[in-house]
């Protein structure tokens, strides 16, 4: 790599044109995650039409104003923050007992996750995160989200439920293409090089006929989300319970989520950094209990993104929370980042995790440090449990209660929770 690894390090500020650009492929990146967790939210709540429309857009709104606080005043690392899986998962079993009820669990697990950040309560495990343990989160991020990529890598839909070949070609192709563009050009052009190659795949995919602009056309400019209040939360022993320890999964991925992007851009403050973004994750909490949405978490795919293109500014992701900011009020930005296919964004997520692996393997061995015995299954074992659960069916889990269901269905907070257990006690090293 060259002299300098950035083309713009943590805390540079790009010119305000080029980081306009890389913050909207930030949010092409992450909008497709948006779109599926408000579907299934929406669906979950039988929200009419007109609803299920607020819904999305009070999602943007959280995600992107969050996105905004993280990396300006939390944990100012380029991590973009949106709803998280172990939340959906607690407002899907929830949602039958209504909305209030979602909101009180939500409030408390946010309240809790404020005060476990203001109060330093997540500084004991400061000392834990080894490289064995920040490589393994690396990986793990990558891997456990094979269940995300493979559908839409191999153009799985309703009328295709088993793929498609010329899909899968394409999809092969536009890796390679990205791949090349990111190892080819240079200077600010290899900073786009993800973006440039979602909209080289895009215009592809629009000659092949597979990708639909009519709702780009008919939505409108300008739309509100309605009421930003949805009422008084209600109290229940069970969602106190199931939201708190959803929270702890919160807790677990944030802290990994954060230790990992440190592990690419520099770990300096990490302690700090996690007191705050702790805290401000609890204050989306809240507020998602306010606008009856899922509460988010900061998420874990920002390495790779940031190997690929080289541009670890923090300005750059606050960009993104703007632009989905933006959204939320202008529809029509909305549809047409919506209808970005999912075979393109699945490519270009793809690259970037290739890039994580590599990272994750570099952590591990960090100075030419040689593995011993003890530390093949240390670094192993979690990544191939974490990798075995994320492809595991979710109704699998429903069999659990919801408390531990929540933790043993997330592969990335399971695969954490082990490395920790066996780098630390079961396999400490002598």
Request: glycine content about 12%.
């Amino acid at each position: 790599m060259a002299d300098k690894p950035f083309l713009y390090s943590l805390d540079e500020c790009p010119p305000l044109w080029r980081t306009t650009i890389y913050g909207l492929q930030w949010a092409l990146i992450m909008f497709p995650a948006l779109v599926i967790i408000a579907s299934i939210g929406a669906e979950v709540l039988h929200l009419s039409v007109e609803e299920r429309v607020a819904f999305f857009q009070k999602i943007l709104l959280l995600s992107g104003g969050f996105t905004f606080l993280q990396t300006m005043i939390g944990h100012r690392y380029p991590l973009q923050e949106g709803p998280a899986t172990a939340l959906l998962l607690t407002f899907v079993v929830l949602a039958p007992q209504g909305l209030g009820v979602i909101q009180g669990g939500f409030l408390f697990g946010g309240l809790v996750l404020l005060a476990a950040g203001v109060f330093r309560w997540m500084r004991r495990l400061r000392s834990s995160f080894t490289p064995n343990v920040v490589g393994v989160i690396l990986m793990l991020i990558a891997f456990t989200l094979v269940p995300f990529l493979l559908p839409r890598l191999l153009g799985v839909t309703a009328e295709h439920p088993h793929g498609e070949a010329g899909v899968f070609g394409a999809a092969l192709a536009l890796i390679l293409l990205i791949a090349i563009l990111a190892n080819r050009l240079g200077g600010f052009l290899r900073s786009t090089a993800v973006i440039l190659g979602i909209v080289i795949g895009s215009i592809g995919f629009w000659f092949w006929g597979r990708m639909d602009l009519r709702p780009v056309q008919e939505a409108s400019w300008l739309s509100l989300p309605g009421s930003l209040w949805m009422g008084v939360p209600r109290f229940s022993l069970a969602a106190l319970v199931s939201s708190g320890l959803a929270y702890v999964a919160v807790a677990v991925n944030s802290l990994g989520s954060i230790h990992g992007v440190g592990g690419v851009v520099g770990s300096e403050g990490i302690a700090e950094r996690v007191d705050r973004g702790l805290a401000v994750t609890g204050l989306a909490g809240v507020a998602a209990s306010v606008l009856g949405v899922v509460g988010t978490v900061s998420y874990s795919t920002s390495p790779g993104v940031i190997l690929v293109t080289r541009v670890a500014s923090r300005h750059a992701q606050a960009m993104c929370g703007l632009v989905l900011v933006i959204a939320a009020f202008v529809p029509r930005l909305s549809a047409l980042l919506a209808a970005v296919p999912a075979t393109v964004v699945g490519s270009a997520l793809c690259v970037a995790l290739g890039s994580q692996i590599g990272a994750g393997i570099t952590a591990i061995t960090a100075g030419g440090r040689s593995l011993a015995a003890r530390d093949y299954l240390v670094v192993g074992l979690p990544v191939m449990i974490g990798t075995l659960v994320a492809v595991v069916p979710p109704a699998f889990f429903a069999k659990f209660p919801v408390w531990l269901g929540t933790i043993l269905g997330n592969g990335l907070v399971l695969g954490i929770i082990l490395v920790l257990i066996l780098e630390h006690a079961l396999m400490r090293a002598k």
